[in-house]
């Protein structure tokens, strides 16, 4: 089971509804790992509820009094949900159906493989999955049993899961399902553990920086 | 346990019907829980109609403190309910009371129409999903004992409290977000929510 979780605050802002799409499907993703997490979004959303009772229909100014034909049997106000099953590719056996189904509706492939791999370091290869010049920066990593990073820095707070191996930094040790934040400034070194490949999501604001002068050269020849 | 105390000071008959309200408490839903429930189970339109007249003004204040303007507050209210009565099948008393899943309908519609952005949810029929070794018995039942709690200890919170709360849970705001809204320090609405917060939970784990 998952042992490194969002913060409650992280966990309270999805409850909510206040984060965005791509932080959504990060933590999704770990939720489908972690039943304790499910249980404390639950309570929250319970909370939500709680206050919307007490919300009162003083503040509610104009709102109309009688339900307008929803219950007739013709109503078509609610579009059904279009659950098509997704293409069963390599990426289903190791990424829960949040993240599977993201990565579908951005790319149209559900296989490891086909998506758009670039290097990144020895050993490592990551494929960007949204890059907008305002952010937010969302990929997928893919580092090789032992594959070290470059020492780097972080220009935004970040936010990594875990889908498959596991890596270590000087904070701990992070496993399938396991959530590392990275706060803004903050400078890390993962190393990838021998066994499995390591796969993670990775959602930021803003790119990494190397902290290494020859690093940050390199990686701007690589970007252009 | 609230109560033991009275129980002891008034007798054995208080201590039989502390006993017959705690089973009650394992039992009964609130008021609106139940007229969900007979939408989902009967179709019925009378007990829709109630919980339209209890919901909509609620909802549409809602969406407003969440920056809707007046007519998109209106329409996301009324595709809100059209899906409470569409989707009522899908209600389970088990693990919500009817706000709390109305309340989740509302946050997903308003992010859906407004931002034009969809909100990631859990699979529960994913095969990679790690279910809970020890699930409390009646984990997720909500009496109507365990929701007049909580909603009486929402009121009895203090305003500094309670607009934090207001704003994180129903506007939808991050934490830095209320500290510049309200002028005070990140640390300071921490630790307001971490204090009301722990009230609440109180009262949650208590019933």
Not at chain 2, 24 to 31: F, Y
Not at chain 2, 44 to 66: D, G, H, M, T, V
Not at chain 2, 88 to 108: C, E, G, K, V, Y
């Amino acid at each position: 089971m998952a042992r490194y979780h969002p913060s409650d605050d992280w966990l309270v802002a999805y409850a909510s509804g206040a984060v965005d799409e791509q932080t959504s499907v990060l933590i999704a993703t770990h939720l489908t790992y972690c039943p304790e997490c499910r249980e404390e979004v639950a309570r929250h959303e319970e909370i939500g509820g709680a206050l919307l009772d007490v919300l009162g229909a003083g503040d509610a100014g104009d709102a109309p009094d009688e339900a307008p034909n929803i219950t007739a049997p013709d109503s078509n106000m609610v579009p059904q949900d279009e659950d098509a099953p997704l293409p069963k590719g390599s990426l289903a056996d190791i990424a829960p159906t949040p993240l599977l189904k993201y990565i579908y509706d951005l790319t149209g492939k559900t296989d490891l493989e086909q998506l758009s791999w670039t290097f990144y370091g020895v050993g490592i290869d990551r494929a960007v999955l949204v890059d907008g010049p305002e952010g937010p920066l969302v990929r997928l990593l893919k580092a090789q049993p032992g594959a070290k990073f470059p020492h780097h820095r972080h220009l935004s707070e970040e936010l990594t899961v875990v889908i498959q191996g596991a890596y270590k930094d000087n904070t701990g040790r992070y496993d399938v399902g396991d959530v590392q934040c990275v706060s803004m400034e903050a400078a890390h070194q993962p190393i990838v553990e021998e066994g499995d490949v390591c796969i993670a999501l990775v959602v930021s604001e803003r790119p990494t920086v190397p902290t290494n002068f020859l690093a940050r050269v390199a990686q701007r020849l690589l970007d252009a | 346990m609230k109560g033991t105390g009275m129980q002891a000071a008034s007798g054995s008959i208080d201590a039989e019907s502390t006993a017959r309200l705690a089973s009650k408490r394992r039992a009964r839903s609130d008021e609106r829980t139940v007229l969900l429930l007979r939408v989902k189970r009967e179709r019925c339109e009378a007990s829709f109609n109630e919980l339209y007249r209890y919901y909509a003004p609620r909802l549409c204040a809602f969406l407003r403190q969440k920056g809707a303007s007046d007519r998109i507050s209106q329409e996301v209210m009324q595709d809100v309910m059209a899906r409470v009565w569409e989707k009522a099948h899908q209600f389970d008393a088990a693990t919500a009371n009817a706000s709390t899943w109305i309340f989740t309908i509302a946050r997903n519609r308003f992010i859906d129409h407004v931002r034009k952005e969809s909100r990631s949810e859990v699979d529960m029929n994913d095969p990679l999903l790690v279910r809970d070794p020890t699930p409390a018995p009646d984990a997720g039942l909500q009496s109507a004992e365990a929701s007049l709690a909580l909603r009486t200890a929402i009121a009895a919170l203090p305003q500094a409290q309670a607009e934090i709360l207001k704003l994180i849970y129903l506007r939808g705001m991050k934490q830095q977000a209320v500290a510049t809204q309200l002028s005070i320090s990140l640390n300071t609405v921490k630790s307001r929510l971490r204090l009301a917060l722990e009230k609440l939970r109180r009262e949650m784990e208590n019933i």
